[in-house]
């Protein structure tokens, strides 16, 4: 059987991805097994965990199926953020090996922490990541998250070398530089945020060098949200095969769900990382298949094991089963938070329904910006998006056209009418990680 996987057929088959194709009531047995443990181990170790589950009566004996989950407490944000730095940590820091942080939009980062054997899985999600995105031994791996607190960049990095590729630690940022390596090390496959590397192609394209020249096969992004039409784009600006990655620091990093060969959802690493999705408002748990937000709970992680985390990413899990043979379920690919939706005029609005409006329009860039501000007490909603020096400079078509199509898709999709600019390309920022989309000047 193994022989018919394309991972195998590829060469890039590895020993760390067999429970990828674990028989269902297996895996289920497994999580059930590792789902009590680490309830015991919260409670035994935790005291904010201990204490919600005495407020519910509960102690870990009341977990005696996977659906018992359900009684558990969620945890939250704020919950890392009250215990600051150190509070739910379940080891004495002789075994934590290593911490990283996440810097939040406001105050003080969360701090989460790692024994060896946490790193050791951390490494094994991560092969087992780099495997479904077709990588194997003799991959030349340029990885362009930033390394240091946030987990992308030496989370990508264990995992690319327990897989037998060759790591290139750049980094992000100095994007010459990253192409300089990119040509000269024959880079078979790039790490990076979608967002930076939509900036390095056009880098690449000033310099007069065509990425889909180059060796370049393979790009692994992640640690932000983008659409299927930024997928489009650089895929065929770089000439590559795009997945998508997803995970948070407060669950491990980078390692938590992966694309497959088939580029149709993520399989969660479930026998690592418990997913459940429910209803935002209630909390209520809703059958797969159901749009809501994302719970996940640690299975296996020591130095700071959590229970039930509401990670406000909003999916739902895909009921059929892969063609690619993984049992481990999917996720659809997370396009919103509930909490970077924003309220103009009591309308809902998702910044991720504007990059869609903006770039089904041709000849718009996927950089774009969207900026709140406050008039007399009226709230206003401007969009700016950098368009092609083409369209900027009115030759195949009136700046003023675009701008009142982009204009009236965006009206049409979000209802209300909104200023819209369209500037010249390198007007917007960039940013070597997460792109900023929404500058909220209502409070200030
Ligand atoms: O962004 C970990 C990571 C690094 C994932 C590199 C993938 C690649 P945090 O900085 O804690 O961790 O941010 C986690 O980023 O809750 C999502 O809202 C968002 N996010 C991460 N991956 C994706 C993705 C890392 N593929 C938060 N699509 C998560 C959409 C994503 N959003």
């Known amino acids: 059987m193994l022989s018919e996987r394309w991972n195998d057929v ?19 047995e497994v999580q059930l097994r590792r789902l009590r443990a680490v309830v015991t181990r919260a409670y035994d170790n935790v005291d904010l ?3 919600r589950m005495g407020e519910r009566g509960l102690t870990p004996a009341d977990i005696r199926t996977l659906d018992d989950i ?25 075994e934590i090996v290593r ?8 105050g003080k980062p969360i701090v989460v922490a790692y024994t060896r054997d946490d790193l050791n899985v951390w490494a094994e999600v991560m092969t087992r990541t780099f495997a479904a995105c077709g990588l194997h031994r003799g991959d030349i791996v340029q990885n362009a998250f930033g390394y240091g607190l946030f987990t992308g960049g030496l989370g990508a990095h264990y995992g690319a070398e327990a897989l037998g590729a060759t790591v290139i630690p750049v980094s992000g940022g100095n994007t010459e530089r990253q192409l300089m390596v990119m040509k000269d090390f024959n880079v078979s496959a790039v790490c990076a945020t979608p967002s930076y590397f939509i900036h390095v192609i056009e880098r690449a394209n000033d310099m007069g060098l065509d990425l889909r020249e180059l060796p370049l096969h393979t790009g692994i992004f992640g640690a932000e949200p983008w659409s299927e039409e930024m997928r ?18 407060e669950i491990i ?63 739902r899990i895909i009921t059929e ?3 690619c043979g993984r049992s481990l379920r999917r996720i659809r690919r997370v396009g919103r938070r509930s909490d970077d939706m924003f309220i ?36 206003q909603m401007a969009v700016e998006v950098e368009v092609t020096p083409e369209v900027f400079s009115d030759k195949v078509r009136a700046l003023e056209d675009v701008r009142a199509e982009l204009a009236k898709a965006i009206e049409q999709i979000i209802g209300i009418r909104v200023a819209l600019r369209l500037v010249e390309p390198r007007t917007i920022a960039r940013s070597e990680g997460k792109a900023k989309r929404v500058i909220d000047k209502r409070a200030i």
């Open 232 to 249: 489009r784009r650089i895929q065929d600006g770089a000439g590559i095969r795009a997945y998508d990655i997803y995970g948070l620091s």
């Open 321 to 323: 089963t892969c063609a």
């Open 70 to 94: 359900a009684q558990l407490p969620f945890t939250v944000k704020v919950d890392l953020r009250d215990t600051y730095p150190f509070g739910l940590f379940a080891s004495p820091m002789g």
């Open 99 to 106: 911490l990283h942080a996440s810097s939040g939009t406001t």
């Open 253 to 315: 990093g980078p390692g938590v769900g992966s694309e497959c060969e088939h580029q149709d959802g993520l399989h969660i690493f479930e026998d690592h990382f418990y997913p459940e999705i429910i209803d935002p408002e209630t909390g209520a748990v809703l059958p797969d298949g159901e749009e809501g937000e994302l719970v996940l709970t640690t299975l296996s992680k020591q130095a700071m094991p959590i229970i039930r985390y509401r990670t406000r990413d909003i999916t």
């Open 49 to 51: 965990f201990r204490a």
């Open 10 to 28: 590829e060469g890039g088959f590895h020993p760390a991805s067999a429970p990828d194709y674990l028989p269902v009531e297996r895996l289920r």
């Open 344 to 379: 103009i005029r009591g309308v809902n609005v998702f910044p991720s329904q504007v990059e869609a409006a903006l770039l089904a329009v041709e000849g718009t860039l996927p950089h774009y910006q969207i900026i709140l501000t406050r008039d007399h007490g009226l709230d």
